[in-house]
Each structure stands twice: as C-alpha cells, then as structure tokens.
C-alpha cells in the first residue's frame, strides 16, 4: 500500500521528521510488514521488485535497521556528513542551551543513545529513498522515538534525524547504492542518462527532477515507454 504524506518544502526541518514519524505510527498500528520504502515525489521505480533485495538483505543482516545511499553513492564517490555534523554542534552547543533548550534536550538524549551504539556525527541515508525494516521501526517506537515533538524547529531533515534515531534505538545502517545493489539517488538530476540505469541493473532512481541533460517528463517517458515494451 502507497501512503502519501505532504512535506513541507521550507522552513525548519525537524517537522519533516515528524511528519515521517506519523506514517511510520500509523503503519505499525495498522500493518504487520517485512520493511517500509520511504520514497520521494521525485524517485522513480525503475526496475522490478526492488523491495525483494531489500527483504533479503535485511533478512541476512538483522543487525541493520536502514538501507539506502549511505557512505558511497552509486557512483562509489564518499559521501559528506560534515554539513550535518555541524548543525548537530551547534544545536547541541552552549548557545543552543539558551535560545532553543528543548531542542537541545532533546537531541543530548538521542546522541547519547546513538554514540553508545558507534554512531558517527551527522551519518545517515540519502532520504530521497530508504528501505527501513519493520524491526527497527518497532524499536523507535519502544524507545519514544516516534514522538519527538520539541524537534520541531530544528535545522536536521528528516533523513539526519532517521539516521540518529535509528543508531539510538541500537540498529545499523548500510550501503544499498554500490556495486549491483538496486538504489542510484542523487540530489539533483540523475547519476547516469537513463539508458546506463538500466544496463547497470538500477530499480530506484533520484531525482527526476533537475538534471541538466533530460526534462522530467523525458524521463518518466523513458521508462514508462521501456516498461510497455517489456510487458506488450
């Protein structure tokens, strides 16, 4: 089942977090599943049942709660977490004690949780698409993680967020964008023209918006064409 969320595209986002954690709420009230596949307006399914490699993955690897492009992107380049590492200083710092002491508070509670658990300033998964496993979800609700409403007004998106919270609740993340794994997200404009996607074995493509070669519609067009060929 597809649940739409409408998040919010300015502004602080710590509310995009919580946004996210209400549909994980409802999901785990609702649903009994396998994994959750977080995915952007602006992701494209591309390939056939990525949610299947993701199954196994997590199946093989219990100890990790999250996959996604994670240190590397598909292209194998590093990823930089310094960015978010920053923030999280400076909102956990002496200033943020006397301007936004909730917030503070409130992130000193997960840091210590999550740096029990190895977690390095600022890790996390591209939010643009993210496979989370149900147990891991099941923990962050258990440690009160679903509920962080002083968050609200931080400067972390809701993938920084994700990636403290799921090292608090003592899971792991992983790369799912390397090698033959089905994930190529980029922030802006796609990683390769469309026709490498495919011969790379891609399922999971970001962003469909913003590349400087193709206009989004040449690219929906692309695979939605490529998808009737394969079915007629």
Not at 13 to 27: C, D, E, K, M, Q
Not at 98 to 112: C, E, F, G, V, Y
Not at 212 to 229: A, D, Q, S, V, W
Request: glycine share 8%.
């Amino acid at each position: 089942e597809v649940i739409k969320i409408d998040m919010p595209g300015t502004g602080p986002y710590g509310r995009l977090y919580n946004g996210l954690a209400n549909v994980f709420t409802h999901i785990l009230k609702n649903y009994e599943c396998d994994m959750v596949l977080r995915l952007d307006v602006d992701s494209l399914i591309i390939g056939k049942y990525p949610e299947k490699d993701a199954i196994l993955y997590f199946k093989e690897n219990p100890t990790i709660g999250l996959l996604g492009s994670y240190r590397k992107g598909c292209d194998g380049k590093i990823r930089n977490f310094v960015p978010v590492e920053n923030i999280l200083k400076r909102e956990t710092g002496n200033i943020a004690a006397l301007i936004r002491p909730s917030i503070k508070k409130t992130l000193d509670r997960l840091l210590r949780n999550a740096v029990k658990n190895g977690y390095e300033l600022g890790e996390h998964c591209l939010g643009a698409a993210c496979f989370i496993s149900y147990p891991c979800l099941e923990a962050i609700q258990r440690e009160g993680y679903l509920s962080l409403e002083h968050i609200n007004k931080s400067k972390l998106s809701d993938d920084h967020i994700l990636g403290l919270v799921v090292k608090a609740a003592g899971y792991n993340m992983a790369d799912f964008a390397t090698n033959g794994y089905p994930l190529c997200l980029r922030w802006h404009g796609l990683s390769y023209p469309p026709n490498v996607l495919v011969t790379k074995g891609k399922k999971i493509i970001h962003s469909t918006k913003s590349d400087k070669k193709f206009r989004e519609m040449e690219i929906r067009e692309y695979f939605r064409n490529l998808r009737e060929y394969k079915n007629g």
